[in-house]
């Protein structure tokens, strides 16, 4: 079972939660933003640092116009040619280098990247976070570290919660766009403990409906206040991967592997879609971590956790199998 600090945390976090959707639902409907955009509670994020802190170089790019909403780009020193010939660079007010791009020399060869799109859970979800960066690649591309760097026929999704939801639609698209979308093509996708529901509950939704930290009652909210009104509906295809006539057919989409804590609530609608992919051949396992509540691995809380730190073990592992060239495993 969770430790005792795990259980009095969830207690503080649903209350938590419980006030942030109250003050939603209190919004008059004329103080609703038009582009169905909601702001989320302020988190401490670690500010982003183009200068290769042990390591790694990362950026934030702000993607809408209307909204605050942004990507963060991590960039390893590994695959960066530091010949000064090659090289734009640019000085911080301290004198640290700042990594602003490069254009490789022609004819030579360089390391390029898996693209990996990551939604977090508790979005509104309603436009593709990364479109605009990604909006022509190669030396028109916007984004200069993702132009120099970016493989696009190897990218990853990576869904949290109700991220993982948007994660499985994107992928769905892709499958559906096909050849529309070359040179892009999402080779793989990752949900951790989804955040799928239905009309028929399950034996989890019935024995862990007050589970740690997001309770069923909380997410009735969220999806009320997600869904169309006029429309409520469990079944829908946002809410539930298994509903009959989904398009496209299962046989059709990318390996997928999927996360799940035994002590969550939805974790049987997700394991019950691991397995109809899997009925469709598709290279889809599951893992299931023991006496672990939703998002054990990704809140700050839990981070450091035994159980988040394999599972972001095993997820780099399987990912590395789809992200390798030439049958190499591929390695930062």
Known sequence: MPSLAVKLYSIFFKFQQRYMLHNLTQNPVHAVDPFGITSRREESTAASNPSFYEGV???????????????????????????????????SKDGAFIY?????????????????????GNGNGRRRADAHVFDGFGASMAEPWLAAHGDPSRCVLLGVSSGANIADYVARKAVEAGKLLDPV?????????????????????????????????????????????EKFDLDHPAANPLIPG??????????????????????????????ELRRANIDAPLLEYKDVVHEFATLDV???????QACAEDIAIWVKKYISLRGHEFSY
Request: with cysteine; glycine share 2%.
């Open 57 to 91: 170089a990362t950026k934030d790019i702000h993607i809408d116009p209307f909204s605050s909403l942004c990507i963060r780009i991590f960039l390893p020193a590994t695959v960066v040619n530091f010949d000064p010939t090659t090289i734009i660079e640019d000085k």
């Open 246 to 275: 989904r398009e496209p057919p299962l046989k059709f989409m990318p390996p997928t592997l999927t996360v799940v804590a035994e002590q969550d609530w939805m974790k049987d609608r997700a394991i019950a879609y691991s397995e």
């Open 185 to 229: 093509k999402v080779v793989a996708q990752v949900l951790m403990y989804p955040f799928f529901i239905g009309s028929n509950p399950t034996a989890s939704e019935i024995k862990l409906a007050n589970s740690y930290f997001y309770d069923k009652s909380v997410c009735m909210q969220t999806w009320k206040l997600f869904l169309p009104e």
């Open 100 to 120: 602003s791009g490069y254009s490789p020399q022609a004819g030579t060869k360089h390391k390029k990247l898996p693209v990996c799109g990551k939604w977090m």
């Open 302 to 308: 839990l981070l450091q956790t035994p159980q988040a």
